[in-house]
């Protein structure tokens, strides 16, 4: 089993990315877990408290339910990966049961933050786009897909996107062993990318 992090700040295009290997691989031997499936549960608050969470900072994520999963599809178990509702900040109380495939793509803003975690991929990779872009997708994305407005995209990025993105996710290009630049689509380094895989399998 190949198991491959793609990490990388909010709307850098990591799903994009995953999408194109995906499409590019042979059928039924890739498996994606997203890092969103593992924000925590957040049952006992109240809409109004959840809102308030900040998304972007390493203890919102369940790193050992992620941890506990990445091993089991490891140990060739399948998974019951928790689905995420964006709309209503917390896990739907659904599950998708996740087979163990040739190859695991792990993809989050956060995943390369975790010791543990990083030890656990044979790949790693960090997805770049300049911030404005990013911000500018991130706009478009969350009001078309998310069901949120422009003044809580821009105070979320204003009060905690952008400062935890400078002390954790853009640090974490240190670990990547490939970066790809991705202000354009950047159909040439998915190649790369799927040739490596490729030769790996
Ligand atoms: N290279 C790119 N150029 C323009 N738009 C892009 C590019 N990559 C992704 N997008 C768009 O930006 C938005 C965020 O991309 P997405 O892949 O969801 O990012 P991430 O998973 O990193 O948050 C999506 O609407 C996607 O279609
Ligand atoms: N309830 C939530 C949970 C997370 N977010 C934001 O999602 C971003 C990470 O997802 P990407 O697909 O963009 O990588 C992160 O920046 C969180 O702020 C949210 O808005 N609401």
Redesign the pocket.
């Known amino acids: 089993m190949l198991i491959i992090g793609i990490a ?12 194109k290997l995906i499409e590019q691989l042979p059928e039924g031997e890739v498996v994606v877990i997203s890092q969103d499936s593992y924000y925590q549960d957040t049952s006992h608050l109240s809409y109004d408290d959840r809102v308030k969470i900040n998304f972007d900072h390493p203890r919102s994520i369940d790193f050992d339910l992620l941890v506990n999963h990445l091993n089991q599809l490891k140990e060739g178990k399948s998974i019951e990966q928790p689905v995420y509702s964006f709309v209503k900040h917390n896990r739907t109380g659904d599950t998708v049961l996740t087979k163990p495939r040739k190859v695991v793509i792990v ?1 989050g ?1 956060l995943i390369l933050t975790n010791p543990e975690i990083r030890e656990l991929f044979d790949i790693k990779i960090f ?1 770049h ?1 300049d911030s404005d ?2 911000l500018i ?2 706009l ?2 969350d009001i ?2 998310r069901g949120r407005d422009i003044d809580e995209v821009l105070n979320r990025y204003q009060t905690t996107l952008k400062p935890m993105h400078q002390q954790f996710i853009e640090p974490m290009k240190e670990y990547a062993d490939i970066i790809i630049p ?5 159909t040439v380094a998915v190649d790369i990318v799927k040739t490596i895989i490729s030769d790996r399998l």
Do not use: L, P, Q, S
């Not at 990388?8 to 999408?19: F, I, Q, R």
């Not at 991705?182 to 950047?186: L, S």
């Open positions: 990388g700040g909010t709307g850098c295009g990591k799903t994009t990315v995953v999408n993809e803003i997805v786009a872009e990013r997708r991130r478009k994305r078309t897909e991705n202000n354009k689509y950047n």
